[in-house]
């Protein structure tokens, strides 16, 4: 199904968004609270939570997201089979049933076992 927006518009639309609710919670306030903390914390030699209020704009690019999307993928998913008319039922166990080997049951409950199992 083909896109309605163009890919870049696409990517841009969150970080925009993004920005909006960074500046609304980064208000005259909310600036002199974290630079308090910032303040604190740099005290005491922990720099990356000023380093990460100022680093919104390298982080949140739309265009590194773009170019992201352009590499080639180190893995990708493999494609779906084609569907099958007939479902082979002995190919859904993962462990196939082991019979008499792996339990040790009379004959007139292996019987009723064998007819009752869903599997053909």
């Known amino acids: 199904m083909p896109a309605c927006v163009p890919r870049h518009e696409f990517y841009e639309k969150p970080v925009k968004a993004q920005q909006?609710?960074?500046?609304?919670?980064?208000?005259l306030a909310a600036l002199k609270d974290a630079s308090g903390i910032a303040a604190h914390l740099a005290a005491k030699g922990q720099t990356n939570f000023p380093n990460m209020?100022?680093?919104f704009n390298t982080v949140f690019n739309s265009k590194l997201?773009?170019?992201?999307?352009?590499?080639?993928?180190h893995y990708e998913m493999?494609?779906?089979p084609e569907a099958m008319t007939q479902i082979k039922r002995k190919k859904l166990y993962i462990h196939a049933p082991a019979?008499?080997?792996?339990?040790?049951?009379d004959d007139?409950?292996?019987?009723?076992?064998d007819e009752t199992r869903a599997a053909s």
């Open 20 to 27: 909006v609710l960074n500046m609304q919670h980064m208000g």
């Open 53 to 55: 209020l100022w680093k």
């Open 65 to 73: 997201q773009i170019a992201d999307y352009a590499r080639t993928p």
């Open 78 to 80: 493999a494609v779906q």
């Open 99 to 105: 019979g008499r080997r792996r339990r040790s049951i």
């Open 108 to 113: 007139v409950t292996e019987k009723f076992v």
